[in-house]
């Protein structure tokens, strides 16, 4: 429904443009802070992926070698006893909008095993170099598997939010924007030409009345 020409209007018009551009501005910076992080996860994620690969490589040989130095049967006893905590400590960061997850393992440091304060995970006599070297690799792996995922996470959480910037700023620029814009055009015109017909009718009554004189 097209509201009436009026200056209260108009007012209410210019207002509505005025925060429909600061809107526009504020999204095209929240846009370019959504692509600087973008960029900045992938290219962590991507590190983070080749590494966790090639760890991953590492640790299946260096349990193979201690599987052929200790037997599998041994490996496999020793395996049960080892204390895999899996609890994760999860908090979160915003990032203009993107909720972003960062996750912690509360594992115990990886020299617990050497220390007086814990039992030991297993006997030194059971323990090979090649089996130490096995453990700590896939703790490696556990903990670049975390971050990881974590990257991948934030990188789908921030698509989100660049992808909804966009529209809302396409939006505004295309749709609301222009229709403000055409709406003051239109109350402007009205207003001048209401204008010109009052000036007009003054002249033509100051007229009327100089020649009835």
Known sequence: MEQLPTKRNLLMA?????????????????????????SYVKATAKQLKCQFENTLQGAKILIKVAKAEIGAKSLEKIV???PFDTSLHVSFKNIMGAVIPQIKSNEIGHNFIFTSLYSPAYSLYESTASLDEAFFAWQNVKNLLIQLAESETALRRINIQLQKAKKRAAALKNITIPKYEAHIKYITNQLEERERDELARIKTCITHSQTHT
């Open 14 to 38: 210019k207002r509505n443009l005025l925060l429909a551009n600061q809107g526009h501005n504020l999204l095209d910076k929240k846009h370019a802070v959504l692509v600087r992080e973008l």
């Open 80 to 82: 049960e006893k080892l």
